[in-house]
């Protein structure tokens, strides 16, 4: 039969989320990484700005000092004079020995920065050096551009930059050009271990991000993967439940067709038997169908009044009290009918939430037993209190009992032909109301279920 094989099919043991976990990661770490990156090229880029801009303050503040003081006692264009040597000690000419720059270092007007890395030319309208001073002008090339910034690189590989104005004479002559430079070396250098930094720390980072983005991703998908559990049992067990009262009926079904006289007894009975199937089928249905509805309008107030619990209790005393008295039961309302309690929610709901408590336990009761409906309330809830005397439920099943096709005793469900959905039904439609269902019990001694939803206060 169609239904033996489906049962008999093994389950998938791996897990369908692990593509997408894999997925997520890969989205996240993508993402973290170019914008990991992007802010490493920003801070890479800003710190060489701010420094070069720092640097060009200095060269353009020292270069102002020293325009101002030559164009004091320059006289003649493309020469120097005695005062312009004073001004500078430690200036070198071409053609002639220059001194040791550290005999100088602190007394000409540039004495204030690094004589290693700054350096000053002083050139014709030609471009031709007349003097330079700082060591480092040994590096810099010969032609270079006379007027405004330069960065440039010389023969060796290390960079400069370079600042040039216009000198004038004291009677306001074109003398020449003052170029003032330094050396950019230290801020390579920082660059480079910057450089460094980034090329060997963004992987390492990448790695956490990858752990902590595939941490993430299994948390975001737990709630999905525990409704996909869900909806898994749900549906192994839907197909169970159907597949029990198809499976009697088919199994009439054809021992009828077998029997080549049928009479009209045989057949009454058997039709009595598929009517009890497709009852069982139609009230299962009928129970999915009320717990797909609470589901989808779980956030939406539908029909909803002030309902007055003590009358839905009463109607409920009313259907089931002939049910309690067949099977041997006392069931029992306590009510205080002079404070009436009313709660805002759907009372055909409400009715179907107590009545579900109510007829589980008249079915796990025995006769001669009690069940006891009782009424109360405090500052914020109504309590809806169902108490029996029942066979009990062992303390590590009552966390389960409001699971979907949940039984405690399986063999005692078959005599009463639930489907498993009842306190199910209880707790989703409870949820709705902003309420809970708590359980306490006992073995052998009965079990109280207690309903808790907010009181509609006057």
């Known amino acids: ?230 909806m898994q049992r749900f549906t192994a067990n839907a197909a169970h439940e159907l597949r029990t009262p198809l499976s009697a009926a088919k199994a009439t079904v054809d021992s009828v067709l077998e029997l080549d006289n049928i009479s009209e007894g045989e057949a009454r009975k058997t039709l009595g038997t598929i009517n009890r199937q497709v009852n069982r089928l139609t009230q299962l249905v009928q129970d999915l169908l009320l717990l797909t509805l609470i589901d989808t309008q779980h956030n939406r107030k539908g029909n909803r009044k002030a309902c007055q619990l003590g009358l839905i209790i009463n109607d409920v005393m009313d259907e089931f009290l002939a049910l309690a008295h067949n099977a041997g039961l006392s069931l029992v309302a306590e009510l205080d009918t002079t404070h009436p309690l009313f709660v805002q929610g759907d009372e055909e709901q409400l009715y179907q939430m107590i009545a579900n408590l109510v007829i589980n336990a008249i079915h796990y009761t025995p006769r001669g037993g009690d069940v006891v409906i009782r009424l109360d309330r405090d500052k914020k809830y109504a309590f809806v209190e169902v108490r029996d005397t029942g066979i009990g439920i062992p303390a590590e099943q009552q966390a389960q009992v409001f699971t979907r096709f949940y039984r405690v005793n399986r063999d005692r469900n078959r005599k009463t032909g639930g489907s498993g959905l009842g306190l199910a039904i209880a707790q989703a439609i409870a949820l709705k109301h902003r309420g809970k269902i708590s359980v306490q019990s006992h073995p052998n001694r009965g079990s109280t279920f207690c309903i808790y939803l907010p009181v509609l206060l006057s």
């Open 1 to 230: 039969m169609v239904w033996d094989i489906v049962s008999t099919l093994p389950m998938p043991q791996r897990n369908p989320f692990n593509r997408t976990r894999w997925r997520l990661t890969g989205y996240y770490a993508g993402v973290m990484g170019i914008i990991l990156a992007l802010c490493g090229v920003g801070y890479y880029q800003i710190t060489e700005q701010m420094r070069l801009q720092a640097l060009t303050q200095k060269i353009e503040s020292s270069s102002g000092i020293l325009h101002d003081s030559l164009g004091s006692v320059l006289l003649q264009p493309g020469r120097l004079n005695a005062s312009v040597e004073g001004l500078l000690p430690g200036l070198c000419k071409p053609t002639v020995t220059c001194p040791e720059p550290d005999r100088f270092a602190r007394r000409h007007v540039l004495g204030l920065v690094k004589q290693d890395v700054y350096y000053a030319q002083l050139k014709n309208l030609s471009g031709q050096t007349v003097a330079t001073l700082g060591p480092s002008a040994n590096y810099i090339p010969d032609k270079t551009v006379l007027d405004g910034w330069q960065i440039f690189t010389n023969s060796s590989g290390e960079r400069f930059m370079q600042y040039s104005l216009l000198l004038e004479t004291v009677d306001h002559k074109n003398w020449g050009y003052l170029q003032v430079g330094r050396s950019l070396s230290e801020l390579d250098q920082e660059l480079a271990e910057a450089q460094r930094f980034l090329l060997w720390g963004w992987p390492l980072v990448m790695l956490v991000v990858c752990g902590a983005g595939w941490w993430l991703a299994g948390l975001s998908l737990r709630p999905v993967q525990n409704a996909y559990q869900d």
